[in-house]
């Protein structure tokens, strides 16, 4: 399968735990993006990286949220003391090169769904 | 802040009718704008990319049109099938921003 991989699929905790959630992008993409969506809406984009480096990042991102792609190969999203309200499916998407901020075409994973007890 | 609004939000149509769904957008100055197909608590699946430049793509039954200056994308799905029933999601990838802006999307269901 050369899709985009997201691991764990779904995944329970309580509230004040930890959870990690990893993405394996396309083997030739260096765009890397995160995305949270919630049930009704569209995705929110989160963070991009190009290769190893986070180049951009949302407001929705708190300080308790962390991403990193070391190697610009796979990619982990820590969230820390998880709140109820961080429950969503968390998406991982990646692109070839495009234009300078032109991401090209996104192709996303299946998505790792959080709940938040 | 770019805006993206889908209308209308849900859609039934019966086998066989081909059909249109809506999507706009506030700020024209955009790279690219692409269309998504979401199955219910799956990822999304990529139909069409439109870049700024071009007025439409095809893909199969699929028709995806681009009129940047007026902030407006369609989508013209013909002779619709109940495999086509998903929830359809347009995002546009705003210039000076690798990220896209999603509306809410529509939810489609093709009758037998």
């Known amino acids: 399968d050369t899709g985009v991989s997201q691991n764990p699929r779904h995944k329970i905790t309580k509230r004040g735990q930890n959870v990690t959630f990893r993405c394996d992008p396309i083997s030739e993409h260096n765009r890397l993006y995160w995305y949270r969506q919630t049930l009704g809406q569209g995705p929110e984009f989160l963070t991009y990286?190009?290769?190893?480096?986070?180049?951009?990042k949302s407001r929705l991102l708190s300080d308790r949220f962390s991403a990193e792609r070391p190697k610009g190969s796979f990619s982990t999203l820590e969230i820390q003391r998880t709140e109820q309200g961080d429950s969503a499916m968390y998406l991982c998407?990646?692109?070839?090169?495009?234009?300078?901020?032109?991401?090209?075409?996104?192709?996303f994973g299946e998505g790792s769904r959080l709940t938040v007890l | 802040k770019q805006e993206v609004t889908q209308i209308p939000a849900a859609l039934s149509v019966p086998e066989g009718e081909n059909l249109v769904l809506n999507c706009s957008f506030t700020?024209?100055?955009?790279?690219?704008l692409q269309w998504f197909r979401q199955d219910p608590g799956k990822g999304l699946t990529s139909l069409l990319l439109i870049q700024s430049s071009q007025r439409e793509q095809t893909s199969g039954r699929l028709n995806a049109s681009l009129d940047k200056s007026s902030g407006r994308s369609t989508l013209y799905i013909a002779a619709s099938q109940p495999g086509d029933s998903a929830t359809y999601l347009c995002?546009?990838?705003?210039?000076?921003?690798?990220?896209?802006?999603f509306g809410k999307g529509t939810k489609l269901s093709v009758i037998p």
């Open positions: 995002a546009v990838n705003g210039a000076g921003s690798y990220q896209l802006t």
């Open positions: 998407a990646s692109s070839g090169l495009a234009g300078l901020t032109n991401t090209g075409e996104l192709f």
């Open positions: 990286f190009q290769n190893e480096a986070q180049l951009e």
């Open positions: 700020d024209s100055a955009i790279y690219n």
